[in-house]
């Protein structure tokens, strides 16, 4: 856990500059919505971000069987389409409005929602053409009477980026001054923030997924299993495995890795038809195929970073693997492979705090990317806003409101 900073050692927050925020997260499990509630503060060059606490809530379960028979490689209709997005709405609409009376003691500023995602447009070896992330964040602001910021991937799409992953602001700020320091995500895809840029010798930083991190290993895990098991909990049937040389080549022979950065994939890609498909013929046990897909994980977060890393600081699902993280540490000798909460920042609720200082930059007019981390023709301000109550909406960029140059994690409230 960081240390406190002294109060006598913090320069005065402009109040101008200063929200309570509820970041909203679904990611690529598909399985429920996470928030996270935090106070953000403007001062000097410094945004300090002090949490207040997380809730995490289940989807119910007959939205999130309509959710999964709607994903790739699966057809769906418009009404389908029309019921998730009124759904998943809801569902982060509770979720919210429960963050701002438990978290938040009834008073909060924003709210910011990244939705679900539902389909990552990235054809094989071209540009990112569209991304679509589901959850109409109307019923957000009715039932909490805040302006909520949403829909941030498809501005930086617009501009040539690849919408994915957003959290490389973030991860710039709050490690800056960590010389070869990666921020790594294990949620169902991996993606890492590599502060050096893509190479020792690029100046900025740069965000791509490495390809799956739970993705895989879940849809193996309910295919073997029958549906019993819907993850591989602890790790503990690829324990039990070893990794098949043969099958690891054979997954390894995957173009998308190959591809430099900055990238992006989904489950678009990552399926379990595409698994099967790779397994052809052989017929490996449970425990082995598991064990494989654990060293699949491993070997390319490790050959993504194993040329700038000093240090890998993970957050997300899969650092609940300790099969996972083992295996990274091992890739990577030399290298310390550590936790977000380590550094003041619980590993389960990373995302949905990022977004919560993505939407804080969108407010203030100021951009959400960092020039190059995407591959965008230039940063830009992400998203848009839905009225509260009140009708408020985003000032924009008032005096005085530069890009911060670091994000202090202060403990929590």
Known sequence: MVNPIPA????????????????????????????????????????????LGHISAPYPAALRSELMAALPPAATTAEALCRLDTGIGQAFADVAARAVAELCGGRADLVVSHGQTLFHWAPAGGAVRGTLQIGEPAWIAEATGLPVVSGLRTRDVAAGGQGAPLVGLFDALWLAGRPGAVALNLGGIANVTVLSGATPSAATPVAFDTGPACALLDAATRHVTGGRLAFDADGALAARGRVLPLLLERLLDEPYYARPAPKSTGKELFHLSYLLNRLGPMEPTAEDLLATLVALTARTVADAVRDTATEVVASGGGTRNPVLMAALRSELPGVAVRTSDELGVPSQTKEALAFAVLGWHTWHGLPGVLPGATGARHPSVLGTVTPGADGRYPPGRGAGAGLPGRLEILAPA
């Open 8 to 51: 006598a050692h913090i320069s005065p927050p402009d109040p101008q500059f200063s929200l309570r925020v509820v970041g909203l997260m679904s990611g690529t499990s598909h399985d429920g919505v996470d928030a996270a509630a935090c106070d953000l503060r403007l001062a000097g060059n410094t945004l300090t971000l002090t949490p």
